[in-house]
């Protein structure tokens, strides 16, 4: 029972503030995840976890869509941007000066190695192309990064279109198959797709693995021309995805804890 004159917490923080949904926003932030995954990796009953997730996706918090792998499965994925919005307004709601700004992201040093990253998609006609390529665009140098497929096709007209929109010219990329990086090490692994999630080989290195369930855009989409807006959305999701990778690649180590 509040006070008179007592303000309520924000929404964000009495939503994201229960142990198991924070959990669950954790392992999204990392990777899209199936139901059985979560429960696993939290240790949790399925009816619970499900139960959870469900007052995420109420408040837009996270989503779900259908594995084009396995209809029957479905991954759930977090909605960073909306997150980050909602964090600032609370930080915002107690003090205006804890509003959050996002830092840029850093450059890697003369005697950095860079990372490598390595985007997958069935195709490598679409999504692994565009997730090349804004990740090439912004990370100035900072990051390697390469794309590949598991059948792989000609690069669709459509991803030369968006990403001309976005400043980036595709017109001299191609297709490649993922055995074209086998043995080389990358420091992340990133499948685009459900397909290709399942038949992903193994990396040296230990590399870190991260699913981003995204529809293919060119899937029952019709003609060019009525595919376009599915490209445009795809390209737009992608971006999003890239830069906040970016800022988890480049994130400078955290200071040693004083005694």
């Given at each position: 029972?509040?006070?008179?004159?007592?303000?309520?917490?924000?929404?964000?923080?009495?939503?994201?503030?229960?142990?198991?949904?924070?959990?669950?926003?954790?392992?999204?932030a990392?990777?899209d995840r199936?139901v059985?995954?979560?429960?696993?990796?939290?240790?949790?009953?399925?009816?619970?976890?499900?139960?959870?997730?469900a007052?995420?996706?109420r408040?837009?918090?996270?989503?779900?869509?259908r594995?084009s792998?396995?209809g029957?499965d479905?991954?759930?994925s977090?909605?960073?941007?909306?997150c980050?919005?909602?964090?600032s307004?609370?930080?915002?709601?107690?003090?205006p000066?804890?509003r959050?700004?996002?830092?840029?992201?850093?450059?890697?040093?003369p005697h950095?190695?860079?990372a490598?990253?390595?985007?997958?998609?069935?195709?490598?006609g679409a999504?692994?192309q565009?997730a090349?390529?804004?990740?090439?665009?912004?990370?100035?140098?900072?990051v390697?990064a390469?794309?590949?497929?598991?059948?792989?096709?000609?690069?669709?007209p459509?991803?030369?279109r968006?990403m001309?929109?976005?400043?980036?010219?595709?017109t001299?990329k191609?297709?490649?198959h993922?055995?074209?990086?086998?043995?080389q090490?990358?420091?992340?692994?990133?499948?685009?797709?459900?397909k290709v999630r399942?038949v992903?080989?193994?990396?040296p290195?230990?590399?870190?693995?991260i699913?981003w369930?995204?529809?293919?855009?060119?899937?029952?989409?019709?003609?060019g021309?009525?595919?376009?807006p599915?490209?445009?959305?795809?390209?737009d999701?992608?971006?999003?995805?890239?830069?906040?990778?970016?800022?988890?690649?480049?994130q400078?180590p955290?200071?040693?804890?004083?005694?």
């Amino acid at each position: 029972m509040r006070l008179p004159g007592e303000l309520a917490p924000p929404d964000f923080l009495q939503l994201a503030g229960h142990p198991l949904r924070w959990r669950l926003l954790n392992e999204l932030a990392r990777s899209d995840r199936q139901v059985r995954e979560l429960t696993r990796l939290l240790g949790q009953p399925q009816n619970l976890v499900s139960y959870h997730l469900a007052q995420l996706r109420r408040s837009r918090l996270v989503s779900m869509r259908r594995s084009s792998a396995d209809g029957r499965d479905a991954y759930y994925s977090i909605d960073l941007p909306r997150c980050g919005d909602l964090l600032s307004a609370a930080g915002a709601a107690l003090h205006p000066g804890l509003r959050l700004t996002v830092p840029p992201a850093a450059a890697a040093g003369p005697h950095q190695a860079r990372a490598r990253v390595l985007f997958l998609c069935t195709g490598n006609g679409a999504r692994s192309q565009l997730a090349e390529a804004f990740m090439q665009h912004f990370a100035e140098g900072a990051v390697e990064a390469a794309s590949a497929g598991s059948h792989p096709r000609q690069v669709h007209p459509n991803a030369i279109r968006v990403m001309r929109e976005h400043g980036i010219d595709l017109t001299a990329k191609h297709s490649k198959h993922l055995s074209t990086f086998a043995g080389q090490r990358f420091d992340y692994v990133v499948t685009l797709c459900d397909k290709v999630r399942e038949v992903c080989p193994g990396f040296p290195g230990h590399p870190q693995l991260i699913h981003w369930s995204i529809a293919d855009p060119a899937r029952d989409s019709g003609t060019g021309q009525e595919s376009y807006p599915a490209f445009r959305r795809t390209a737009d999701d992608i971006r999003t995805r890239v830069r906040f990778l970016l800022r988890l690649i480049t994130q400078p180590p955290s200071p040693p804890e004083a005694h």
